[in-house]
């Protein structure tokens, strides 16, 4: 893994490049995560490839990059990722929950630049406009959805050990813990002992996250545009280890109706973070994601 910097607007952002193959994947993360979340699957790559993941602005190593946020905000980020690390018509793209949504924005706008565009668009547990229900508060609705995710932003803990604790305790990851979930929680953690805390800057998360409930035209035809169409690998369980995952059957089929060209796969026996965290479920992304 090597790190690097990326010039945008504010500052500069933050990348990092698992592989060292000709062949590029270029990745973005989730709502409250890091590049550390493509850790397994950049190690899963077969030779001849590599992941290039960002600390999208407001997150990890690209928390003091200036808002306003969005997911728009970060598509232009991600451009400029892309043109960093030379980017091209063979490059794949692809995204892990809110990062899928980035990513199909940043994939629409390649499409319609009238240049290249990616070989291969991988949207993992996310990228479809989520329901609202008539009348919802859509902040309501985040914090119902994203609740324990955004609480620890806010709070401060007294030394990493005690922040791994509050990780080691959530359902989506107790039965799951590993070497790369530590390394991925510990690269979040800063400050020192006594105040201890995220590095993921809540006003982002907040601004965020209304995106995928309250955009949706702007995600449709972002989705309609990319060719090819996109292939959505899904979570059979949620962000809490749930039964049902955030991308339910009759959500996707919905979406599937409208877009024919859009095709779904569901990765057994994981939720929404141990797609990218179980190395099976790891390799089979990095399987679809290196298919030619």
């Known amino acids: 893994m090597k790190f690097d910097e990326v010039a945008v607007p504010g500052g500069r952002l933050r990348i990092a490049r698992f592989g060292d193959g000709p062949r590029l994947i270029i990745a973005a993360h989730g709502i409250s995560a890091s590049l550390m979340s493509w850790r397994a699957v950049g190690d899963a790559l077969p030779p001849g490839w590599s992941l290039v993941a960002a600390d999208l602005r407001g997150r990890g190593h690209s928390a003091g990059l200036p808002g306003p946020y969005g997911l728009d905000r970060h598509a232009g980020d991600l451009e400029l990722v892309a043109?960093?690390?030379?980017?091209?018509?063979?490059?794949?793209?692809?995204?892990?929950?809110?990062?899928?949504?980035?990513?199909?924005?940043?994939?629409?706008?390649?499409?319609?630049?009238?240049?290249?565009?990616?070989?291969?668009?991988?949207?993992?547990?996310g990228g479809l406009p989520l329901p609202l229900p008539p009348g919802a508060d859509p902040d309501a609705v985040m914090a119902?959805?994203?609740?324990?995710?955004?609480?620890?932003?806010?709070?401060?803990?007294?030394?990493?050990?005690?922040?791994?604790?509050?990780?080691?305790?959530h359902p989506a990851l107790a039965e799951n813990w590993s070497p790369v979930v530590e390394e991925y929680v510990r690269y979040d953690a800063t400050g020192p002992d006594g105040a201890v805390r995220s590095r993921v800057r809540e006003e982002a998360v907040r601004q965020d996250g209304r995106w995928p409930l309250t955009r949706h035209a702007e995600i449709g035809?972002?989705?309609k545009a990319i060719e090819?169409?996109?292939?959505l690998l899904r979570a059979?369980?949620?962000?809490?280890?749930?039964?049902?995952?955030?991308?339910?059957?009759?959500?996707t089929a919905r979406w599937k109706a409208e877009l024919p060209g859009l095709r779904d796969e569901v990765v057994p026996d994981?939720?929404?973070?141990?797609?990218?965290?179980?190395?099976?479920?790891?390799?089979?992304?990095?399987?679809?994601?290196?298919?030619?």
């Open 270 to 292: 994981c939720n929404h973070y141990t797609i990218l965290f179980d190395p099976r479920c790891a390799a089979l992304v990095a399987a679809r994601l290196t298919a030619d």
């Open 236 to 251: 059979p369980r949620g962000l809490l280890n749930q039964d049902v995952g955030l991308l339910p059957d009759d959500l």
């Open 144 to 169: 119902a959805t994203l609740g324990p995710a955004i609480a620890r932003l806010s709070q401060t803990f007294p030394d990493v050990e005690a922040y791994l604790d509050l990780f080691r305790a």
């Open 228 to 231: 090819p169409a996109p292939l």
């Open 83 to 125: 043109e960093h690390v030379g980017a091209d018509g063979t490059s794949v793209l692809t995204g892990h929950s809110m990062g899928a949504y980035v990513a199909a924005l940043h994939a629409a706008a390649r499409t319609g630049a009238g240049g290249w565009r990616y070989a291969r668009v991988v949207l993992v547990d």
């Open 221 to 223: 035809a972002a989705l």
